[in-house]
């Protein structure tokens, strides 16, 4: 079935008339006068460089010129490329709007103006530079076209300025060609400007790009010529070393156990070429990192939680995106985590150094081999491993890419001793290819792959394989997933939540778009998920109907009906309270309703809030989660969140009523100087958690951090809807982290 429908929606596409959009082109020349950056335009090279202007629209509708104009223009010396803007303002009475000045801002909640580049034309991999209208940067990495937006985990090193007038606004940047990659002596790039007007709730771009995709998709780019091919500008070594004190205490030992411990590392960034890049680091820290979100977790299965350590964010599309969503053969997350056989969870294990190569051999070839090394660790008798990732991918046809690799993790001892030695009988290694799809100017895009797991002792049924199409116009939106995943198919380095299954996930959308209405778009949706297991008996499935609407003002709304399929292979007790369980075997058939909203975001004050009700296992489930976010523009943000489940299932089995409560207050005194606090309680996990961590950045890229952390046993006793009682029993741990980043550029 999986493979008629496959070939059908190929034809289909294929014998669509596709009307290609005229290309936008723009000559870059070099300055001849030291470019200032003041957001003035004074110097003479901004009046004779070419203006990139008629900016149309994206957003609400893709239909004819931006209402408010945007020029654009572009310059460069020996070590910059320049950018500018000039962001016209026709509502000068209204306020912009900004988020924060937290660097990294999102763009579609600013006032913002970015730039998009690609330098090797290739449409799958390029670099984003935004600034919002008070200054604030952000820089990302796209990949996979761009089709999924823009990482701005990956920090660099640049520079902008900006200027407020009574009509509007002023944006030059200076962007070192050290920090982008590219092929030494080119002459053609391509790129695109964008801005996002919020006053109006108008997104627009230099070269059109149809509102169905994201304006940073890299196949809607327009051309730039350069009057003389672009160098590399020498040697562009970054050393980052970093100095860290820290104070614990953990008073669920006896006697209370306090520690205290000052250490010490570094990364470095070294260009191999102007497109490759080295990236090393020795006993690594990252304690800075944000803290995690608490999260209720009712299903059978493991969380995916998202990397946010610096060192595996760049070209992280090359290791982190292989495979799929639930079958990712490397999980970067996964190094530095050991199982403590005597709590029964992971843990934290220091990392002592690892190396990094990625980047582009060419326009068609990018490699990526990821080294790292963890130390044998006495408290948990956990051997010394190591962890390996080779990459190598080839640029096929249009957008299209093909993917070989190999992850290994290989023990270099055993649990027992710290001796080490080359462990033959304690490894895990898996191998694969990916066929990245990306054709029809990212309408049609996708992925196919086949992986295999290698163990000491081969037990058969070792490999995992997928497919993957998703086909979007302006109206139509049709998705085809199947999964499969062997029964002994084993990834130690990744995240597998689910083995021995067949899979299917289809989906259809069909948006209205109307024409002058307050509504943007609103659109009826389809929607299927199964697993069956190898003897095809089905074990889960959702069949889901919704109708979402997206409204003039960015508010947003949902209703959907699921009929939910459960079929248990293991005793589970569905309250999550370790109660009586269900027995293997146990089948059910849910249904639920429910809504999702959320207001305008451009006020100060919007609400998100989503609510279902429906039948749950062999009772009945209520949820309801709301996040407040009041806005003192741009220098506080202060957020409440709420998700409460009820669950009712009959006698003698448990009910429960599962709170989870958040807090976050942001403060941006300066763009250099931040304070944010998270207090999160979780029902589920006895804990209310303190977080609290000062970022003072007082040079490009150095910080000090300031990171306090407070763990507490705590519980809640909720009766009806309103009443609740919480209650602190004790305190689990505390920490205190003083940590110093320095960036030197030799």
């Known amino acids: ?338 199982f403590n056989a005597t709590t029964g969870i992971y843990e934290q294990l220091p990392i002592a150094g690892g190396a990094r190569l990625s980047g582009k051999i060419n326009k068609n070839w990018r490699i990526g081999v990821l080294n790292m090394l963890t130390p044998y660790n006495k408290n948990i008798l956990y051997a010394p491993q190591n962890y390996s990732v080779t990459v190598i991918q080839r640029k096929l046809k249009g957008n299209s890419n093909l993917t070989a690799f190999m992850v290994n993790r290989q023990a270099l001892g055993n649990d027992t001793t710290s001796k080490i030695y080359y462990n033959h009988a304690h490894f895990n290694r898996v191998a694969g290819v990916d066929y990245n799809i990306n054709a029809f100017e990212n309408r049609l895009i996708g992925k196919l792959f086949y992986h295999q797991s290698f163990n000491p002792n081969y037990l058969g049924d070792e490999g995992s394989n997928a497919s993957f199409l998703a086909y979007n116009t302006r109206k139509w939106f049709l998705m085809w997933n199947h999964e499969y995943v062997g029964k002994n198919y084993v990834a130690d380095v990744g995240f597998v939540p689910r083995k021995a299954i067949w899979r299917i996930e289809p989906e259809i959308r069909h948006r209205f778009l109307p024409e002058n209405s307050f509504i943007i778009s609103h659109s009826p949706g389809i929607y299927l998920d199964a697993y069956w297991n190898h003897s095809y008996h089905l074990l889960d499935q959702i069949a889901k109907l919704d109708y979402a609407f997206v409204f003039n003002n960015t508010a947003e709304a949902s209703v959907y009906y699921s009929n939910v399929f459960t079929r248990l292979t293991y005793p589970f007790d569905p309250s999550g309270t370790n109660g009586l369980t269900l027995q293997n075997g146990f089948t059910a058939y849910q249904n639920t309703a429910g809504i999702n909203a959320s207001s305008n975001t451009r006020k100060n004050l919007s609400v998100e809030a989503a609510a279902n009700y429906g039948e749950y296992f062999n009772g009945n489930k209520f949820t309801v989660n709301a996040n407040i976010t009041y806005r003192i523009q741009p220098y506080a943000r202060f957020t409440a969140s709420v998700n409460q489940d009820y669950i009712s299932l009959p006698t003698p089995y448990s009910s429960a009523n599962w709170t989870l409560l958040g807090t976050e207050l942001e403060f941006s005194f300066t763009d250099q100087l931040f304070w944010n606090n998270y207090i999160q309680y979780n029902a589920q996990q006895s804990n209310l958690n303190i977080n609290s961590r000062l970022q003072w950045r007082f040079k490009p890229l150095s910080d000090l951090y300031i990171v306090y952390t407070d763990n507490y046993f705590a519980s809640s006793e909720i009766k009806g809807l309103d009443y609740t009682r919480f209650t602190l029993h004790g305190k689990r741990n505390r920490a205190l982290v003083v940590k110093l980043i320095y960036w030197i550029n030799v």
């Open 1 to 338: 079935m999986k493979f008629w429908f496959i070939h059908t929606l190929l034809i289909c596409v294929s014998a669509l008339n596709i009307v290609a959009q005229t290309t936008k082109c723009i000559d870059i020349k070099k300055t001849k006068h030291k470019i200032v950056l003041d957001g003035e335009l004074n110097e003479p090279d901004w009046q004779l460089a070419d203006p990139a202007s008629d900016f149309v629209r994206n957003l609400p509708n893709d239909t004819g010129a931006a209402i408010t104009p945007t020029k654009a223009f572009i310059t460069y010396d020996d070590q910059f490329l320049y950018v500018a803007a000039i962001c016209y303002d026709d509502m000068p009475d209204k306020k912009y709007v900004i988020q924060s000045l937290k660097r990294d801002f999102s763009f579609p909640k600013n006032d913002a103006f970015q730039v998009t580049i690609d330098p090797f034309d290739d449409r799958t991999n390029g670099f984003s530079f935004g600034v919002n209208a008070y200054g604030v940067q952000r820089e990302g990495l796209i990949a996979n076209g761009g089709g999924f937006g823009v990482s701005t985990d990956w920090d660099n090193k640049w520079f902008s300025k900006t200027k407020m007038y009574e009509d509007k606004w002023i944006v030059e940047m200076a962007i070192p060609f050290k920090t982008l990659r590219f092929k030494d002596n080119s002459s053609f790039w391509k790129i695109n400007f964008s801005r996002n007007n919020l006053k109006r709730n108008e997104t627009s771009a230099w070269s059109f790009v149809p509102r169905n995709f994201n304006v940073a998709v890299l196949n809607f780019c327009g051309e730039t010529y350069w009057d003389s091919p672009v160098k590399k500008t020498g040697t562009n070594v970054s050393i980052i070393p970093y100095g860290i004190s820290r104070n614990t205490i953990d008073f669920t030992k006896t006697p209370i156990e306090e520690k205290y411990h000052l250490n010490g590392g570094g990364d470095a960034k070294i260009a191999i070429t102007s497109s490759l890049n080295l990236d090393l680091t020795v006993n690594p820290d990252f304690s800075q990192v944000e803290v995690d979100r608490q999260v209720t977790n009712l299903s059978r299965f493991t969380l995916f939680f998202p990397e946010k350590r610096q060192f595996f964010i760049e070209n992280n599309d090359l290791f982190g995106q292989l495979g799929f969503r639930n079958i990712r053969p490397f999980f970067s997350r996964r190094i530095g985590l050991g």
